[in-house]
Structures are given as C-alpha cells and as structure tokens.
C-alpha cells in the first residue's frame, strides 16, 4: 500500500513513528544530510536507532538490489561516463567532448522516464542526428550487456521482481504482511522510474510519501505528486479544501545594495553573546564558492569547499598533462605513455621533503580512470585522445574524497557554518538560522524554463512526472519559513529584491515581523524612517555628511521619488557594491619582487634556492592577506614563478 502522509509546518517524526509502532519502521532520504539531520530529530524525540531505521535512498537500492538481483553490477555516474565514452570511440570518429556529455545528459535523464527506447524514438530528433544516434546507441548498450546497469536499470529489476509471482507468493508465506513501514521523506522529485518502484514496493509493504500539505495543494496533474496513486488523476485544486498558511515568526532586517557587510557585522557584535551558539549562515545562491564566502565580513567562518582541497590539484595535473601530449584537440597518444607520466609524477612528488599527499591522491585515482577507461577498449592497442583525457578527468573530479568544514581562522570559539541555501532542509536544529539574500545571489523565483522544447515535454508528461521549476521553488520557499521558524533566526533581505522578486514579496508576507525574539533595524532602516524633509539635514549635519551646493532637477526628482536614495546619492553617497581583487596587477608584481629581494638580503648573503622559494611564498602570502587579495592556485602558482625568476636575477645582481 502506498500513501501520501500530508504534515503541517509544527509535525513531529516521533507522532509518525508512533501511530505504526507495531511494524519495523524505515525512514528514506534522498541525501546522507537529511539522513543524518533526521536521525537528529528522532534522538531529540527519544526515539533510538534500534528502533527506527534512517538510510538514503541510493543505501536502501543498494541493499535491495544485493538481495534480490546480486549479480547486477550497478555503475555510478562516474564509471559509466567512461564507459559509454570508450563505446562512442568505437562508432564515432572525433567526436567532441561537447558533444558527448549532450548526449549522455540527455541519455540520463530519458532514462528516469523510460527504458523502452521505442517510445522515445519519436523525440529523439528534436536534439539532432549526432545526439540523437549516441543516445540510441547508449540504450542499446546497456540492453545488451548483462550484468552492468545504471541507477534507473535498478529501480525497474527491483520494481519487476516485487511484481512477481514467486515474490508475492513468499510474502504471503511469512507470519505478517507487511512487516515494514517505509517512510519516504524529504523527496521534492520523484522520476517515473522511481514512481514505479514506490507503487511496486508497496504491493508488499507499507509505503508512505511524507508531503508538506502547503505543497500538494500546489500540485498539477503532470507533477509527480499525483503520479503516485490511481486517484490522483486530476488536477489538484487548491480551492476544493481551505489551507491555513500559518505565519513564520523571525527577525526581518532589511539593507541597501551594497550594504549587506555593515549589516552582517552589526548583527554579529549585537545578536551573538559569548555562551550563545553561533548562527548558521545560509546565502540564498545554488552554488556557494570560496570566493563568494571569503567576502563576508565575519570571522571564525566554517563551510564545506568540495573543490578547493583537491580540484586545484586536478585542474593542475590536466594542465601538465595535456599541454604536453595534447597540442591539438584531436592529437593521440599511446595508454602507456601517460601512464609512465602519471607516474613519473607520482615519484617525483613523493621524494620531496614535504610530500603533497593530495597530489598524489589525484594522481592514483586519474591512473586507475584510465586504467578502467581503457579496459573496455576492444582493440589492440588503446590510443587516448584529448576529448578521452578531458572525459577522464571530469570522471577524475566525481570521485574526489569529500571536503569537511574548514575554518578561515582558527579560534576557541566555535565557528559560524555558512551553506548554500540548497542544505537549509538539512541544518543543525542546534543553532539559530540567520539566511541572508541579497541582488548578487542567484535569481530563485520566476517561472524558471525547462531545456527541453515545448513539444517534448509535452509528449514525456504522458509517461512519467515533469520536473516543474515552479514545483521546486515551493518546496524551496516551504523549507526556507520552515527553518525560520527556528528561535533566533534572522533574514537579511536586500530591499531592491521585494520589490522586484514576486518570490521574495510572498516570503515577506508569511512572516510575521511582530513577534520577532530580537528588534533589530539597520542604519538604512532608521534614515528611511527618518527621511523628511526637515530631518534629512539634520541628520547629514549629525553625520557629518557634506551638503550640495546646488539643487538640480535630477536631484530635486531623485528626492521627490525616494528621500533614502536621495541621501545616499547625493548627501552620503555610498559605493553599490564591494569590488574584491582576484588577480595581481603589474605594479603589485613589482612591489612584491622589491620586498622580497629587500627581505632576502636582510637575512641571507647568499643565494640558496630553498631558502629564496620559502622567502617569496612567505612575502606573496603577507602582501595579498595586506591587500585582501584572493588568488586561484594557478595564478598564485604563475604569479610565483614570475617573482622566483626576477627576484633570482636581482639577488645575484646585488
């Protein structure tokens, strides 16, 4: 049996638990955060892991699939990249690495639809010849070979075994049927494979699909919502059943472009006492980066950089190799003369006194890529061309070890965690959220477009769920007042983005500012409120801002259409936004290479080549931490070169 178990903003996973304690009870998550974070929520509910199960859902397909089908190999997304591009090779003639990862995208996600390829055969020409024949070509593949599969080939060996016979007449064997509560919670998209395997498993067992209620009133027809059970055939109708939208009680802090670092350094020295839990800092942007995070004004950050550690790493040794071997992008060159190269490498790094051991990680694990990459080369000899190479590097970058939280600087408090707004269902329950919103992050409402043509989507929408952007940015709003509700939670939302953003303009609606824990107004906030025409020169006299000398007519309409941004463009002006340097100027070259020769020589009266290296990496590091300069590894690595070479000069000069 399967069921959609619809929850309120205030529901409890323990009431869950305890309405079906009778039966074995298994909770399902799409990703090991939230597996982690509810099993946090069902230990603070008293509720022990001896009693309730937490996996992911690719844990609980695993085990599945180990039980029922042990002889299927199940390939993740980085072995079959090789694999179907060691295949493309034998059928295609320089084909570019574009082009195939067009055709593998499109590959993967047909696949979540169907695996019959005939009734995709009619769509397939709306991507062009090439695509469409590599794609066609992939699904015949995988048809033909036996015990390889990828994740949807699973799902369906999973979902036909439940179906069958055999299967269903040994559960009706066992003392209970069911014996299991599945418990599939935190899903905002289900494929129609995995639609598939949900009603299949729920043949034998107790299958339910936890859903905001908020959400399934925002339901179509074509979403999966109502894909998972018979009766969900129309559309859902949100004016067939009354919700209540409950209010969601924080701190609301508005602030002027440009002004989101004044604001977040207030809140800091204002809103965090020395016994308190430090907040957790979601920014409302999809792909948080290092440089993104090193601009706020905060210390003691601690975020998760899944390409800091070891991507440069990679991104240094695919430079290496490929303007060595590769100087035009259809070049070859022999399996074994790369590898000799990666090996060499490998030696190399490993006699040095201070051994990069990252380096060598990276260097293992492209070695055993095209190890593997050229196993299911059928020919004699395997020849690797630059579109191969570039191929097994990004399969390279999808098995690097995962990243933990680092700290930007150390200190005996404990750290503020700043995340992308994408791991807000997953936070701590143990801080106060402060998510901060401002024009720089990624445009989050709107309707949002699919990348398929109209035309196709509307032939998919007969055999599977659509994933519909509108859909994910309810999900994305329900969870954002969801964890607002947290005691102590704050919003720093940029003004321009209410008014300009729909999205943002029905957040601010659901919050009720009136019971907010903490009173907090910004500078911005406070001039607005005072922004009349008798105080605002009071206030630029109290501030010491300097007065015009003349009123214009731009002036005088800049001040009848907002007083705020009349002050600020004429009688303070403020700089929109924070300009943060990613590279070294000429000049600065300059300046470094004179400090470094200067500094040598005030310590050494020789050159010594270990001595003159450590002394320009501990020169460069003191002048861009000065200058609040961030540089990738690659420059800092050219800019270090540079500097090694004509500082070397210099010294022997002097």
């Given at each position: 049996?399967i069921?959609?178990?619809?929850y309120?903003?205030d ?10 304690a ?14 982690d974070?509810?099993?946090g ?6 509720i ?37 591009r060691s295949?493309?090779n ?9 082009t ?23 769509v397939?020409d709306?991507?062009g010849q ?8 992939f ?11 990828d ?7 999973l ?5 069958s ?11 209970q ?15 129609a ?17 936890l ?20 009766n ?34 207030d ?7 020395a016994?308190a839990?430090p ?5 409302m942007?999809?792909d948080?980066?290092f ?12 975020f ?7 991507y440069?790493?990679?991104?240094q040794l695919?430079?290496q ?5 590769f100087?035009?992008p259809?070049?070859r ?32 694990l492209?070695?055993s ?17 630059y ?42 329950l ?7 919103a ?22 998919l ?7 519909r952007?509108?859909?994910?940015h309810e999900?994305?709003?329900?969870h ?14 940029e ?20 019971c ?7 500078d911005?906030?406070k001039?607005?409120?005072e922004?009349?025409s ?34 600020f463009?004429?009688l ?10 990613h ?5 600065q070259l ?13 310590n ?19 002048y861009?931490k000065?200058?609040?300069i ?11 070169v540079?500097?090694?070479h004509y ?8």
């Amino acid at each position: 049996m399967i069921n959609v178990h619809r929850y309120q903003h205030d529901f409890r996973l323990d009431e869950i638990v305890g309405d079906s304690a009778e039966l074995k009870t298994v909770f399902i998550c799409p990703s090991p955060s939230l597996a982690d974070t509810t099993r946090g929520k069902l230990n603070a509910a008293g509720i022990g892991l001896d009693e309730v199960a937490v996996n992911t859902v690719s844990g609980f397909i695993a085990g599945e699939s180990k039980k029922i089908c042990p002889d299927l190999k199940l390939l993740n997304k980085s072995q079959m990249l090789l694999l179907l591009r060691s295949l493309a090779n034998r059928y295609f003639k320089n084909l570019s690495h574009e082009t195939f990862i067009c055709a593998f995208d499109l590959f993967s996600d047909l696949r979540s639809y169907t695996l019959d390829l005939s009734l995709l055969i009619e769509v397939l020409d709306e991507f062009g010849q090439e695509v469409s024949a590599l794609v066609k070509l992939f699904f015949l593949e995988l048809q033909q070979v036996g015990n390889i599969a990828d994740e949807h080939l699973v799902y369906h060996q999973l979902a036909q075994a439940y179906r069958s016979p055999a299967s269903l007449e040994m559960a009706h064997q066992r003392d209970q049927l069911p014996i299991y509560n599945y418990l599939f919670y935190g899903f905002s998209h289900l494929s129609a494979i995995q639609v598939d395997f949900l009603r299949s498993l729920g043949i034998r067992e107790n299958v339910y699909v936890l859903l905001p209620d908020e959400i399934y009133h925002h339901g179509k027809s074509t979403d999966w919502i109502a894909w998972l059970n018979d009766n969900y055939t129309q559309p859902i109708d949100s004016k067939k059943e009354s919700v209540v939208v409950d209010k969601t009680s924080c701190s609301l802090v508005r602030f002027a472009a440009g002004n989101l670092g004044n604001s977040l350094q207030d809140l800091y020295q204002n809103q965090i006492s020395a016994d308190a839990p430090p907040p957790h800092i979601f920014m409302m942007e999809l792909d948080l980066d290092f440089n993104r995070i090193n601009s706020l004004p905060l210390p003691d950050l601690s975020f998760k950089a899944p390409s800091d550690l070891f991507y440069c790493e990679l991104e240094q040794l695919e430079e290496q190799l490929t303007s060595r071997w590769f100087s035009a992008p259809f070049s070859r060159h022999g399996q074994e003369q790369l590898i000799g190269d990666i090996d060499q490498y490998i030696l190399s790094e490993s006699s040095l006194p201070k051994c990069n051991y990252r380096r060598i990680k990276v260097a293992l694990l492209l070695h055993s890529a095209i190890d593997e990459f050229t196993a299911h080369d059928t020919g004699d000899e395997c020849v690797l061309g630059y579109a191969d190479l570039k191929l097994i590097f990004m399969s390279v970058g999808l098995r690097l070890p995962r990243i933990s939280s680092i700290s930007l600087k150390h200190s005996n408090r404990k750290s503020l965690l700043v995340s992308s707004v994408k791991e807000i269902e997953s936070s701590s329950l143990d801080r106060p959220l402060w998510v901060v919103a401002s024009s720089d992050s990624s445009r989050l409402g709107g309707s949002g477009n699919s990348s398929y043509p109209r035309s196709v989507l509307s032939f998919l929408a007969t055999i599977g769920p659509v994933r519909r952007p509108q859909l994910q940015h309810e999900f994305l709003r329900y969870h954002l007042l969801s964890s607002l509700r947290r005691e102590g939670s704050i919003l720093l939302l940029e003004s321009e983005i209410e008014l300009e953003d729909g999205w943002w303009s029905e957040v601010v609606k659901r919050i009720d500012n009136s019971c907010s824990s903490a009173k907090i107004m910004t500078d911005t906030q406070k001039i607005g409120a005072e922004a009349t025409s008798s105080s605002l020169l009071k206030l630029a006299t109290k501030q010491q801002a300097v007065l015009p000398k003349w009123i214009t007519a731009s002036s005088l309409q800049s001040y009848l259409d907002c007083p705020r941004k009349y002050y600020f463009t004429y009688l303070d002006p403020i700089s929109p936004r924070v300009t943060i340097q990613h590279v070294l100027q000429p000049y600065q070259l300059g300046e470094i290479e004179h400090l470094v020769i200067e500094h040598y020589l005030s310590n050494y009266t020789e050159l010594v080549e270990q001595k003159h290296l450590l002394t320009v990496r501990s020169v460069m590091a003191r002048y861009l931490k000065t200058h609040k300069i961030n540089l990738s590894s690659i420059d800092f690595a050219s800019s270090e070169v540079e500097v090694v070479h004509y500082t070397e000069n210099g010294i022997r000069l002097l």
